[in-house]
């Protein structure tokens, strides 16, 4: 497998950049893929609804597929809308060669309620999920594949006819109580969550079969794809940004440092002594306050990007000297000069460093050392950036 995971998507486009191919570029670029594309049909559609499709023919979905797997490879595929019949019997003749992970959307429904699959695709759906390593249908569609009102009955149906996994998510359930089931011809994994309070749902299903591929694509045990997955969704869900009038895009942009393969430095804590005047430092800095609990004595904040930053309050503590806290801005020395007037008390005001670094020093009330700085490239590619070598 390459470093970067290559993450084949065969999918419909969506003009709105609310699902579809945009909503799969978008979250396997989040997650650090390399998404390809192979677009079955051209949708015109927004936040309401859809108003027009275009299928792509069948040919040059194939050309697309050839394109990429013959230069580039590929570790793991996504299939969502797949445009026509025909198309899902030539793309699943393809993919049984191709020896990756895949997992198969069957997307029948726009969000909006528009029919984005006729009957004789859907009827050639069973072609897909026979290559297909994991099914994710929504509530309506699994009942439509199988004629099964029972989630569970419906999905055990569809593993002993196909050979693939099924996630039966329950997103269209009723009620705040949430749970989806991954079922394997020998197991059968359950979560339970909450249901999240917005009406930005355009996408959900592509964005987590995105995800679960890209999981897949890194060679996570099924089970912890899905899992990754959901997480990913839950915090896009968190992070929509709230556009159009009807049914409104993730915030697949807001998850930057909610997931990743390795360890992620997202959270830094110091000690204050003064919870009042702490958190009106931070807050003056530029920092978004998202917890407040002085009877805890204790307040975060939230940085651009989403690293959090967090005090905690505890008179008796000492400060150390050795440890300093920094926060880049792009706009520096205006920041600086701006919080300079306000009496914010710095210690030096911008300087360019040896290691390539403009800096700006001063303390918060408690005594701990905050930079303010702009380093560029220079962050993570400094001339003398250690290169580690690929295993």
Wanted: proline content about 5%; charged content about 20%; hydrophobic content about 40%.
């Amino acid at each position: 497998m390459s470093k970067t995971p290559r993450i084949l998507v065969i999918a419909g486009s969506d003009s709105g950049g609310g699902a579809g191919i945009q909503a799969d570029i978008k979250t396997i670029t989040m997650l650090g893929g390399h998404a390809m594309t192979a677009i079955t049909a051209v949708t015109a559609q927004n936040t309401l609804g859809v108003s027009a499709v275009h299928p792509v023919p069948t040919e040059m979905v194939l050309a697309q597929i050839d394109a990429v797997v013959g230069d580039i490879g590929v570790d793991a595929v996504k299939v969502g809308m797949i445009g026509s019949a025909f198309t899902a019997t030539q793309v699943a003749l393809r993919l049984a060669s191709l020896e990756v992970p895949i997992v198969f959307d069957p997307v029948m429904l726009a969000t909006s309620g528009a029919a984005l699959a006729d009957e004789a695709t859907i009827a050639a759906f069973g072609l897909l999920m026979d290559v297909a390593t994991l099914a994710t249908p929504n509530l309506p569609e699994l009942a439509r594949l199988t004629g099964d009102e029972d989630p569970i009955a419906a999905g055990l149906a569809l593993v002993s006819r196909h050979g693939c996994a099924v996630l039966v998510k329950g997103g269209h359930d009723e009620g705040d109580a949430l749970a989806d089931a991954l079922i394997e011809e020998d197991n059968l994994t359950s979560w339970q969550g909450q249901r999240i309070d917005t009406t930005s749902t355009h996408g959900t299903g592509c964005t987590l079969a995105s995800a679960i591929a890209f999981h897949l694509g890194c060679g996570e045990s099924l089970a912890r794809a899905v899992e990754r997955g959901r997480h990913f969704v839950r915090m896009a869900l968190h992070g929509a940004p709230g556009l159009g009038t009807g049914h409104g895009p993730l915030g697949q942009q807001s998850v930057r440092l909610d997931s990743g393969a390795g360890p992620r430095l997202n959270q830094v804590t110091v000690t204050g002594k003064d919870y009042a005047a702490m958190v009106t430092f931070y807050r003056a800095l530029g920092l978004k306050q998202i917890v407040d609990a002085p009877e805890n004595n204790y307040a975060r904040f939230e940085s651009a990007g989403g690293a959090t930053f967090s005090v905690q309050i505890d008179p008796e503590e000492a400060i150390s000297e050795s440890t300093a806290v920094y926060f880049e801005c792009d706009d520096l020395d205006q920041r600086v000069e701006r919080l300079a007037r306000s009496g914010m008390p710095f210690e030096h005001g911008p300087r360019d460093q040896p290691w390539m670094w403009r800096e700006a020093r001063l303390r918060d009330p408690a005594g701990n050392t905050v930079f303010l700085y702009k380093a560029g490239e220079a962050r993570r590619y400094p001339p003398w950036r250690i290169e580690q070598s690929t295993p």
